[in-house]
């Protein structure tokens, strides 16, 4: 056994991640370089083939991003994305360099649509400039892979004309996106298949495919086109990306993996890191996962109804088809508790995922997790989690909460006493607000001076119980920027002013990056 991927003789699907590329493409989903650098890490020990890791000619940031993670991330190839053309290509490829193997991106459209309303191009020089970006790739590097943006609204033939010459060219990899969500199972599926047998070098290059989720079909649409041929699939984590997303990595590896007996393929991805890995892309992002969601959302392995109960405790397999253990799933599980200790806290840390934590790390989370401990009976992995994220994949704080007090009551005027660290100085302030919400927040915009929009606002429970954690999660504007902030605490009011001042800080911190 690989991987828990039972068979071995079976060929290799690759998995192309793009997490961090199209999937922070999602409204609102923008990272930083620390928080990429995570998730680079966590993609690594997912095993996933390639990591895309930006679009270096996007912004002075993204090249970071992406340079970042090629100089430091080893045992992975990291692709960086770049549009047909010199300019794009020699950025792309600056970032990338250093990198163990890496790989340029390259795409243009081929769709008539795309040609004549979007490039204005003819598809000669359509084809022209796609032969000439490849070549001017394939000088740097072997890795090249093209993809024809639109490639399922495009007139087949021609997209196997591009295929072919590109393949020529000097592209390893060729990619057939989906890239408006508009195909059917079925009919991509053929796609793909007339495109393995229509172009006549095609077995010189990995056939891919990238799908949208307009019409919620990018996952059976990758699944056809694996059938058909496909050898690399691009998914992100829970299905982020542009619109409605992207393929969802952990549904198309576990459909693979679970029905091994309708196929003949296989993935490297070390599935038991699936769950802390979602939860690490939601946190990160603040986009939170549906509880129906396949795989990875919060009922995916959760029983209601009393029959199936009675069933899943006489038989686990009358009403589950995965193994929750198989995704890492051990929610549920009392893991630790207040007497636990460090070396105890630093396997568990480990198990999920945050295995090369430094000695300083590991002791604020023990700090941390003492604390909780304290006042929450039971700790599971979620609560871990919660305290992980925050310690350690964080961002400079500039504003720091250093306490909270709010009063509130139907016949209270709420009020909140805040008492923060600005920039190293301590400042303190009470205020009123309709609730007790609204006033930690009200006087947390006087303390910084800060005069942002508050958009939306959720808060949720972390695990089950009164005393679990509340999860609060916002989205703030200011100047056009939108970020989100996160914050975890017993305490709800506590944990609304630190996912504030979270958000804060990554406004503050997007402000430097773009004035870098
Ligand atoms: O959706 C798309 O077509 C893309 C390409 C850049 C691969 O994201
Ligand atoms: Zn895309």
New binding site residues.
Partial sequence: MINGNVATDKEKVFIFD?TL??GEQSPGASMNMQEKFRLAQQLVKLQVDVIEAGFPIASVGDFDCVKNIADNIRGVQVAG?ARAGQKDIDRAWEALKKGENPRI?T?LATSDIHLQHKLRMSREQMLELAVASVQHAAKYTSNVEF?A???SRSELDFVCRVFEAVIAAGATTV?F???TGYALPEEFGAKIAYLMENTANIHKAVVSV?C?NDLGLAVANSLAAIKAGARQV?TTLNGIG?RAG?TAMEEVVMALRTRADQVNVRTDIATEFIHASSRMVSSITGIMVQPNKAIVGANAFAHESGIHQDGILKERTTYEIMNPCDIGLTSGNLVLGKHSGRHALKERVKALGYDNLTDDELNRVFHRFKGLADVKKEMFDEDLEAILLDEIVRIPETYQLLSLGAMSGNKTMPTSAVKLLVEGKEVQDAGLGVGPIDSAFRTIAKLTGTTSKLLYFAVSSITGGTDAQGEVMVRVEDEGKIVIGQGADPDIITASAKAYLNALNRLVYLKKERNK
């Fill in positions: 793009t590329r199209d994305l991106h795409f993809s943006e639109d490639a990619n996106p989906d890239t990238h949208h691009e542009e992207n």
